[in-house]
């Protein structure tokens, strides 16, 4: 049985679709236009909540009380390094690249919790086997359906980048499953990019 909580974690951890889904018809300068601000102004009001207590408690009335684990309420909530770390993905690797990172850190991440919540029985590092495997077929999946998409790949000799497609999903279930000390939000986008950049860059 998956916790009710868990449910409603992954469910509004996956608004943030938005992102890769508009990068794919506008611009990499726009999508900075647009995100440069919203990155600025939520990542401060996660912070300032930490300082006035008037702000917490709307914030915790309205998001913490229903979504956060426990050490996010003394922190920075995982939705913050996300939009950080799409940010950084969309300035750093080509834009097939950046799409396919954010999409692997959605779906993925969110298999691998629903699955090691609901049938997880291998305990490794605080996570579970069944929950990782859930991560890496996800994953290829959506490496396999990325490489079909002729909007952002043109014409482009798409299997010459699978095997990067695959490293880099490999990475990224590493990554969220290995007890790295951060937030599994910001490194996986950046691991999974990062190796499927080196297809481009090598």
Same mark, same amino acid.
């Given at each position: 049985?998956?916790?009710?909580?868990?449910?409603?974690?992954? =469910?509004?951890?996956?608004? +943030?679709?938005? $992102?890769?889904?508009? !990068?794919?018809? #506008?611009?990499?300068?726009? &999508?900075?236009?647009?995100?440069?601000?919203?990155?600025?102004?939520?990542?401060?009001?996660?912070?300032?909540?930490?300082?006035?207590?008037?702000?917490?408690?709307?914030?915790?009335?309205?998001?913490?009380?229903?979504?956060?684990?426990?050490?996010?309420?003394?922190?920075?909530?995982?939705?913050?390094?996300?939009?950080?770390?799409?940010?950084?993905?969309? =300035?750093?690797?080509?834009? +097939?690249?950046? $799409?396919?990172?954010? !999409?692997?850190? #959605?779906?993925?991440?969110? &298999?691998?919790?629903?699955?090691?919540?609901?049938?997880?029985?291998?305990?490794?590092?605080?996570?579970?086997?069944?929950?990782?495997?859930?991560?890496?077929?996800?994953?290829?999946?959506?490496?396999?359906?990325?490489?079909?998409?002729?909007?952002?790949?043109?014409?482009?000799?798409?299997?010459?980048?699978?095997?990067?497609?695959?490293?880099?999903?490999?990475?990224?279930?590493?990554?969220?499953?290995?007890?790295?000390?951060?937030?599994?939000?910001?490194?996986?986008?950046?691991?999974?990019?990062?190796?499927?950049?080196?297809?481009?860059?090598?």
């Amino acid at each position: 049985m998956i916790p009710w909580l868990e449910i409603r974690r992954k =469910i509004m951890h996956t608004w +943030p679709i938005i $992102i890769p889904i508009a !990068y794919r018809y #506008i611009p990499k300068e726009t &999508a900075l236009l647009i995100m440069l601000p919203i990155c600025a102004f939520y990542v401060f009001c996660d912070i300032f909540r930490h300082f006035h207590q008037g702000f917490k408690k709307f914030f915790d009335r309205v998001i913490t009380s229903r979504f956060l684990r426990e050490h996010e309420k003394h922190g920075l909530i995982g939705s913050s390094y996300f939009i950080f770390g799409a940010l950084a993905s969309i =300035i750093i690797f080509p834009k +097939p690249v950046a $799409i396919a990172s954010l !999409y692997i850190l #959605i779906f993925c991440d969110a &298999a691998a919790g629903l699955v090691g919540s609901a049938w997880g029985r291998i305990r490794i590092f605080g996570k579970t086997l069944e929950g990782s495997i859930a991560f890496f077929v996800s994953g290829i999946i959506i490496v396999v359906l990325a490489m079909q998409d002729k909007l952002l790949w043109g014409n482009s000799a798409m299997q010459d980048y699978f095997w990067w497609g695959v490293l880099a999903v490999l990475g990224a279930t590493l990554v969220e499953l290995l007890p790295t000390g951060l937030d599994d939000n910001l490194t996986i986008p950046l691991v999974a990019g990062g190796i499927m950049a080196m297809g481009f860059w090598i």
